[in-house]
């Protein structure tokens, strides 16, 4: 059972993975929003999957959907 410490360093370790605009559109965990990942992100820049989601809720909230 983790306690509350190893869920903290788990969910750190997950923000310092980064992954380019190219190998998110590839992954399967983001296949439903891969139209928006391909419009969204900007190539070259790197992101921790919190940020892609981050990035994509706002735009809902900003198009009010």
Same mark, same amino acid.
């Given at each position: 059972?983790? *306690?509350? +410490?190893? $869920?903290?360093?788990? =969910?750190n370790? +997950?923000?310092?993975?980064? !992954?380019s605009?190219?190998?998110? @559109?590839?992954?399967? +965990?983001?296949?439903?929003?891969?139209?928006? $990942? =391909?419009?969204? @992100?900007?190539e070259?820049? @790197?992101y921790?999957?919190? +940020?892609? *989601?981050?990035?994509?809720?706002? !735009?809902?909230?900003?198009r009010? $959907?």
């Open positions: 059972m983790e *306690n509350k +410490e190893d $869920i903290g360093k788990q =969910a370790k +997950e923000e310092n993975n980064k !992954y605009k190219s190998v998110l @559109l590839k992954s399967g +965990e983001f296949s439903d929003k891969k139209d928006f $990942i =391909a419009v969204l @992100l900007e070259g820049k @790197l921790s999957k919190s +940020e892609v *989601n981050s990035i994509v809720k706002n !735009y809902f909230k900003r009010g $959907i």
